[in-house]
Nanobody
Framework: QLQLVESGGGLVQPGGSLRLSCAGSGFSLEHYAIGWFRQAPGKEREGVSCTHSSGDYINYADSVKGRFTISRDIAKNTVYLQMNSLKPEDTAIYYC?????????????????WGQGTQVTVSS
């Protein structure tokens, strides 16, 4: 069974950091584009970041540029989202997703697999 499992969410004060993990189970994330998304209460889901399987394309939403970093650990079959300088408006459920297709120069418009999400709350 192919699964994505997110972890690393929690409660953090403004200005703090968290590192989210997206682990693949039953398949190798090495061959998939990975996207991170978030959905805050009452708001639509938004794309946060994506990386192609080759690693030669990475994209960030304007709202997180300079604060968030996406990376892979192939040996651990895990993709990370390092989140620094967190703000209350970053509060949301964060999801990772995987897509096997290749979309040169852009994030995939659709993803094949989704994780269950991890809650991030930024509050003092």
């Amino acid at each position: 069974q192919l699964q994505l499992v997110e972890s690393g969410g929690g409660l953090v004060q403004p200005g703090g950091s968290l590192r989210l993990s997206c682990a693949g189970s039953g398949f190798s994330l090495e061959h998939y584009a990975i996207g991170w998304f978030r959905q805050a209460p009452g708001k639509e889901r938004e794309g946060v970041s994506c990386t192609h399987s080759s690693g030669d394309y990475i994209n960030y939403a304007d709202s997180v540029k300079g604060r968030f970093t996406i990376s892979r650990d192939i040996a651990k079959n895990t993709v990370y989202l390092q989140m620094n300088s967190l703000k209350p408006e970053d509060t949301a459920i964060y999801y990772c997703a995987a897509d096997e297709s290749t979309w040169p120069g852009s994030c995939p418009p659709e993803y094949d697999y989704w994780g269950q999400g991890t809650q991030v709350t930024v509050s003092s």
